[in-house]
Structure formats: C-alpha cells, structure tokens
C-alpha cells in the first residue's frame, strides 16, 4: 500500500496543523472547562473550507479528497478533541449521507449551506431504547399528503443544539423491521421539531450533545433521503464513513498526548534525572508510539480505500476500533507518565484522556466494531 | 488592475541559526519558511483584490524548491506565480537582487493602475533595501513601512509607521509599498486553496528570459556583480535580561537615574 502523500496533502496538513495550535489550542481548556460549543471556531474552519473538504466544488465543497478530511479531523484532536468531533459530525454523517444519497435537487439545496460551513449539520439515528440495536427504531413517520409526521426522540445527538439541518431516521412500515427505516432531512425550523437538554458528558465536554423531539413533526415528502424503507441501508452506510471521522479523532488524541507526554517527560526531574531518562518511560513512549502509529496506517487506508470507492467497511471497523482502544490506552499511560500533575486540569492529558473514551462508544461501540470485522472474515 | 507581490523563501531564525564554518548561513540545516513581512504584503494584496478584483502575481528569486512556498502563496489566494532563478542571479546581493527582480517585474508590466508590494525586509537580512531598490530602478514612487492602506480611485492612502510615530502619505498608482507585521494579519491557506494551487499559473524566469533586459547586466548581477562582501556571520550573543523598574513616582525617577549615571549613560 503506498502511504506517499501529494504534495497537496502534505500543504493541507500544514495549514491544519497551524490552525490547529494557533486558533484551536487555546481555547481547549476553556470550552472544555466550561462545556462551551466554540461557535467562533467553526467559523473560522468554515471560512477555510474545513466543514466540506472532500465534496465537490459544485456543491459548495473544497475539492479535496477523504484522506484530506481525516488528517483535518487528526489535527484539530491533537490539540482539542471537542472540535474535531464538530467536523466529524457535521462532515460524515450529514453532509455524506446527503452527498451519497440525495437527489440532484436536494443535493443543490443543502450541501452549499453546509459545506460553507452557514449551516451546522446532524445525524439523529440513535434513540433510548435504539443505541448499537439501531434497527430497533421507534421514531415513525406517517405519509398525509405531500408531507411525512414524524413522532418520537432521538438522543445522544452531537451538533444536536447548534445544527440545522439533520439526516434523521424514523420507521415507515414497523411490519417490515430493517426495511421498514427510512430515512428524512429535517431543518430545525420544521413545525414540530425541538431539541431537548444538554447531556453533560465526560470528555468532548464542548460539543453539543442533546436529545432530538419530535411531536408531529411537518417533514416535506421531498425531504425523503434515498428510497422509503432505505434508511437502514443509508445509516449503516454513513455510520461506515463516521467510523473514518472517529478513529482519525481517537488518533489525534493519541498522538497529541504522546506529543505532551514527551515534553513533560524530558523536562520533568525525579532522582536527579529527567524522566525521559528512565528506561520505564522511553519503554512507555516506545509503545504508545509504536501503536499510534499502526493505528494511523489503519486510518490512512480506510480514508484511501473510501476515497477509491471500494467497500471500506471492514477497514473503516479495523481502523475505529484499533485507534479508538488506542487512544484509551495511550492517553491513559500519558496520565500515568505525569503522575500527579497529569491528574489535574493544568495539564491537558487528563481531558484527552477523558476526551478518548467515547473514541471507543459512539459511531459503533467497540464491540460492534469487532462484530462487523468477524463478520467481513466469514466468522458466524 | 494587478498587484504584483514579491516574496522571498528564508530560512526560519525563530530557532538556532546554523553557521557554516566560512562564515555563510547553513540554509540547508534550517527550515525553509516564507518571509513573514512578504505574507503581510500578500494579504494586503487580497485584500484589494476582494475589493477591486485586481490580479495577484507573487514573484520570487530564489532555487526551483523556492516553488513549493510560491504554491502555499496562491493556496492563500493569489492568482499566479513567477519563480527567478538562474545560477546566474545566485549569489546576489540587494544591489543585484533589486535589479534582476526590478528586470522580472518589468518584463511582466507594470501599468497605469498597478501597484508593486513588497514585505519590508526579510528575516535573513534584514536589510529592508531591496523594496526602495527596485522602485528606483522602476522609476515608481514608493512608501515603505505601510502599517495601513486604504484606495481610492487611483489614490493609495497609506499609513507609515515610524520610530517616533506615524505618516499618512498619499500617492498615485502606479507605486511600490513596503509593508509591515502591523499592516495585517495572514490570513491561513484554504483548503480549497489548496487543491487549487498546482493548477494555477506557474512560470520560471531564467537568465535567457531576462538577460536581455536594460536592467541585467552580467558584471552587477549574481554574487560576482555583488558589492556586498559578507565577511562572517554568527548568531549574536544573547543578552542578559534587561532590569524593570514599575512605578512613576519621584523615588522611582531617581533610582533610574542613578542606575544610568552609574553605567554613564547620562
């Protein structure tokens, strides 16, 4: 496999990176600290094309490819895990499924708005009693008309309070089961749609994360994505994309503790020797290295084998799941290299330690992850 | 209308600087970054060009890597690029470099309502000579250290920042401004920049595209036609920290002058 990147991939990584420490970093803690959505970043990314990197320029995108987004989404979790997962989001499993799925019509009408980064954009698949079972759906919608009435709620949905636009899913024929999904793009201002209560989380504590309501909600038939009784198709599909989303931010926190934990290391004296001087820690950093590493070989292919329109999902799992367990173990260890200090929010590894653990939950737990990969190997 | 830009690939002083034992700057053991007052020059150059629709050209002497910053440049938004480079031209000093630069800017034209723009100096020199050199050459009007600009019609308005204090001066297009840190700030590559800027309009200037213009002469160009003679260069020593003094009461007026009597300095 050639990992060689273009000479465009190496510029844009550039470009991130120094965005990333310049206009991210700094208000890490902050939002963190205080569960602050940070409004004024997603701005900032928008007016550089960083909320559409790999659609088209005619839909409003960047004209860049996937590999492009995934390194977007490694750099800014290097420094800030919240803001990665802001792109992820609004990238993978909205702007995808509408780019993947739509009709010409729809797609004119909604990908500029969120490519440019006016629009904010959300995926509203999960629900109480429908987390990794996601065929067990009890949100439906009834066709009257020329219009669908959506009822029921959505929760855990991250961009929830600050998007507009939403790729939802909802039951059109409950006798049909899978079949029966399908699958709606709802604007906020849609009559009967309401998003609930912040959750307040452990890690990623500035990205909105809030229940979705709907309560006869108006959704025009025209705002069908895909075909009725498709949705289920469309959700596994895009949750395939968002896998490539989560593992590049479980490798940026990864990679960013590594980076702190090695600062701190050769600074830091205990025995009048520096730390990094102690076998134990260049062991530690050896390993959290050396899995990182592996772990972004996984993430580049899976970007790679999506960008080449081949059935990615078996690599997309492998890469989810090795990066997101990855990102535990390896911010873990960063805490544990700082010993007391890493415990406290001055330093930043306790956030990305904190941070790296949904890495291993949301967009398919690890287990799931595990389950599709058996399943690619023909283990039944 | 066109803005033509010219920038300079220098090697980054924010870390060691690296000294060959001849005296000269190690380049290769230094990262390779784009002059920072040159982006200052450049994002004043977007700027008008949101505002008029002019064309940017950057223009860059330097060796063929010189085109990877050249393409970060138009990733930033500037519409096409011209690298200068000849073994001939290597070597030269500002006298040589504002002449072979003044031969390129020539050759691609500047017109009635065009305006030249340089950084003020570059970080490996910094010598600030180049810009007022090759408006001279030129015969353009220039206004160097623009903190400031603002057009009207074909009037540039610019604000000199000064030592003491500042300058508004008005003046006619076409002219050379020099711009500093305070004029802007750079704005980052896009992405869509990016994707964009292997495609944009590349070109190179050789010693046969430019050698026989009025400005090269062989005997003033490359580090032979140099006056310029570098004897040595070495990073300077650091200083010690300097000593504050807070307050602005009477005690405190009297321990500073009689920390300055004492170094007999008043």
Not at chain 1, 132 to 147: K, N, R
Not at chain 2, 103 to 121: F, L, P, Y
Request: glycine share 10%; aromatic share 6%.
């Amino acid at each position: 496999m050639d990992f060689h990147l273009s000479k465009e991939q190496e510029m844009v990584r550039k470009m991130y990176r120094e965005f990333a420490e310049t206009e991210v970093k700094p208000l890490a803690e902050e939002i963190d600290e205080e569960e602050r959505f940070p409004m004024e970043t997603v701005e900032k990314m928008a007016k550089l094309g960083m909320m559409g990197i790999y659609f088209p320029k005619e839909y409003g995108g960047a004209g860049g490819d996937v590999l492009s987004y995934a390194m977007c989404v490694e750099e800014l979790a290097k420094v800030c895990g919240t803001t990665a997962v802001i792109v992820s989001a609004h990238t993978s499993l909205c702007c995808a499924p509408i780019f993947e799925h739509g009709t010409e019509e729809q797609k004119k009408k909604y990908l500029p708005d969120l490519c440019s980064g006016k629009k904010i954009g959300a995926f509203g698949l999960t629900e109480p009693g429908a987390g990794t079972d996601a065929s067990g759906q009890q949100t439906i919608a009834v066709l009257e008309g020329d219009h669908y009435v959506l009822n029921g709620t959505k929760c855990f949905i991250t961009n929830g309070n600050v998007a507009d636009t939403f790729v939802v899913f909802a039951m059109t024929d409950k006798s049909k089961g899978n079949r029966g999904i399908s699958a709606f793009i709802v604007e906020k201002s849609f009559p009967g749609f309401s998003t609930g209560k912040h959750e307040k989380k452990m890690g990623i504590r500035g990205s909105s994360t809030c229940d979705l309501i709907f309560e006869d909600c108006i959704v025009p038939k025209e705002n069908l994505l895909g075909k009725e009784g498709g949705g289920f198709k469309i959700a596994m599909q895009t949750l395939d994309g968002g896998r490539i989303g989560i593992a590049s931010q479980a490798l940026g926190l990864a990679e960013g503790a590594i980076q702190e934990a090695v600062k701190y290391t050769q600074e830091r004296v205990q025995f009048k020797m520096r730390l990094s001087q102690m076998q134990n820690t260049q062991f530690q950093l050896a390993d959290m290295e050396c899995r990182t590493q592996a772990a972004q070989h996984l993430v580049y292919a899976a970007a790679m084998k999506k960008q080449e329109h081949g059935d990615y999902s078996k690599e997309a799992s492998m890469a989810k799941l090795f990066a997101a367990e990855t990102a535990s173990d390896v911010t873990r260890r960063a805490v544990q290299l700082f010993g007391g200090y890493g415990y406290t929010r001055e330093y930043p590894v306790e956030r990305m330690m904190r941070d790296a653990k949904i890495t291993e939950i949301y967009e398919g737990t690890s287990e799931v992850q595990r389950m599709v990969i058996a399943k690619y190997m023909g283990v039944k | 209308m066109k803005i033509i830009v010219c920038v300079k690939q220098v090697p980054d002083t924010s870390g060691k600087v690296a000294v060959n034992p001849d005296g000269t700057l190690n380049r290769a053991s230094m990262a390779a970054i784009t002059n920072p007052d040159d982006l200052n020059a450049v994002e004043a150059a977007l700027v008008l060009k949101e505002q008029t629709g002019a064309e940017i050209i950057v223009v860059s002497m330097g060796p063929p890597p010189a085109e990877g910053m050249l393409r970060e440049v138009m990733a930033r938004g500037v519409d096409r690029a011209i690298l200068v480079s000849a073994r001939e031209f290597g070597g030269s000093d500002t006298y040589a470099t504002s002449q072979i630069l003044a031969a390129a800017i020539d050759t691609i034209g500047v017109e009635k309502d065009d305006i030249v723009m340089c950084g003020r100096q570059a970080i490996d020199g910094d010598t600030a000579q180049v810009g007022p050199q090759i408006a001279e050459k030129l015969g353009l009007p220039q206004v160097s250290y623009a903190a400031e600009i603002t057009k009207d019609g074909d009037t540039i308005t610019v604000k000199r920042m000064l030592e003491d204090g500042y300058m508004t001066i008005k003046v006619k297009t076409p002219c050379l401004i020099t711009c500093i840190k305070e004029l802007n700030t750079p704005r980052y590559m896009s992405v869509g920049g990016v994707f964009e800027c292997y495609s944009k309009p590349y070109e190179i200037f050789d010693y046969n595209t430019l050698k026989d213009h009025r400005f090269i002469d062989k005997d003033t160009i490359g580090l032979s036609g140099s006056p310029t003679n570098i004897l040595t260069s070495f990073t300077p020593p650091q200083k010690g920290a300097g000593m504050m003094l807070e307050g602005a009461d009477k005690a405190t007026c009297e321990k500073l002058a009689g920390i300055m009597a004492a170094k007999h300095m008043i």
